[in-house]
């Protein structure tokens, strides 16, 4: 659980910050619990509360791709 803050755009335009607490756990890969408690705040002084969760999700990480590097002279190897 951290306390975080964003700044966001809506639809029409108007800037928005959006501050509050987002949570989460994650255990043998995959991202359960996702919670959010918060609030918007847009410029001119308008809020609204923010209360969501949503399903659990797994962690996929792809693996870098490797590149090819001609080396210089002398040089050897690979960059990833």
Do not use: C, H, Y
Request: charged letters at 20%; a negative charge; hydrophobic letters at 40%.
């Amino acid at each position: 659980m951290a306390p975080d803050q964003l700044i966001a755009s809506q639809a029409l335009g108007f800037k928005q910050r959006i501050v509050g607490i987002f949570e989460g756990t994650v255990a043998a890969g995959v991202f359960t619990g996702r919670r959010m408690d918060g609030t918007w705040i847009e410029a001119g002084g308008k809020t609204g509360n923010i209360n969501g969760q949503t399903v659990a999700v797994p962690i996929v990480v792809a693996p870098a791709a490797e590149e090819e590097v001609t080396p210089e002279p002398g040089g050897t190897g690979t960059r990833t």
